[in-house]
């Protein structure tokens, strides 16, 4: 498969701040690409530069082989799509949606036809004679996806498209972006700072930190194997054991990561480790439990956190138990 972008080594300042800094990436064709990361981190900046918005400061951004440096906006093969959706209050939805073919001259009753054809895909029949403040917030999103894909762009760029909308049209959201993804075959970047919108739509994650990309995998390998610190933090909640606990979990001489999840709750006799309940928090699906293990570490205090199942039995605050874990749900890091 080729690739759709590249990034050799690019590096953009602001002054002294390095917003991005000496990234190099490559991005499959056909590929649904996710950028995650807190504000700051560089993921925005990484999507204005494949926009030519912004320009690098050093190295070469490539779309489909072709080095991007004397290429302006318009002349790229992509489009975005911005968290404020930006469309034209004063238009209708199908001038909204045909602006694009508008802008090249393209005759009026063919763009038409075309925005009603991307209407359609969208599932927005019907919709055309309608302004976007008569829209909710999911459909105005996807009026401003149809705008953005109306010039048949071979990269599609979202900008955390998806902020503005409420927790459950943000989930529905989301199934319809991969799916559409899917229908159309063309290549999604998604910029976002949450983690359940990169880990659940996304083929690939590329985790930012600092202007540096922090790691690069699939979904699973992103949460299971996190590479740093940093990444187990982030995405998801871990527990963080330091190399002397992490050799008492059975890894040597590491910092380690061990989910919440990977942990079960056992009695104290003959366990492992064991340790007493200082926390329990009701979430729902189940219950986050903290367990001080400090006898393994001395004098340094130690918090374990354990997620009971909404069907399992959560122990009493200061009650002795144990902890049972498999060996492969303890994964060492880098220290960074």
Known sequence: MSAAVQFDHVSRHFGG?????????????????????????????CLRLISGFEKPTTGVVRIFG??????????????TVFQ?????????VRDNVGYGLMVRGVDRRTRLAEAERLLALVHLDGFGDRKPAQLSGGQRQRVALARALINKPRVLLLDEPLGALDLKLREAMQDELKKLQRELGITFVFVTHDQGEALSMADRVAVFSQGKIAQVGSATEIYARPATRFVADFVGSSNILAPDLARTFGVAGAL????????????????????????????GAGTRVTIAVNEYLGKEEAEIAVLVPAAGKVPGIGAV???????????????A
């Open 17 to 45: 701040v390095k917003a991005v800094d000496d990234v190099s990436l490559t991005i499959a064709e056909g590929e649904f690409f996710a950028m995650l990361g807190p504000s700051g981190s560089g993921k925005t900046t």
């Open 66 to 79: 072709e080095d991007m440096g004397a290429v302006p906006p318009n002349q790229r093969q992509v489009n």
């Open 84 to 92: 404020d959706y930006a469309l034209f209050p004063h238009m209708n």
């Open 256 to 283: 380690a990561s061990l989910r919440p999840e990977a942990l079960r709750i056992i009695p104290a006799e003959g366990a492992r480790i064991t340790g007493r309940v200082t926390g329990a928090r009701y979430l």
């Open 321 to 335: 138990v144990g902890l049972d874990w498999d060996a492969d749900a303890v994964h060492p890091m880098e220290a």
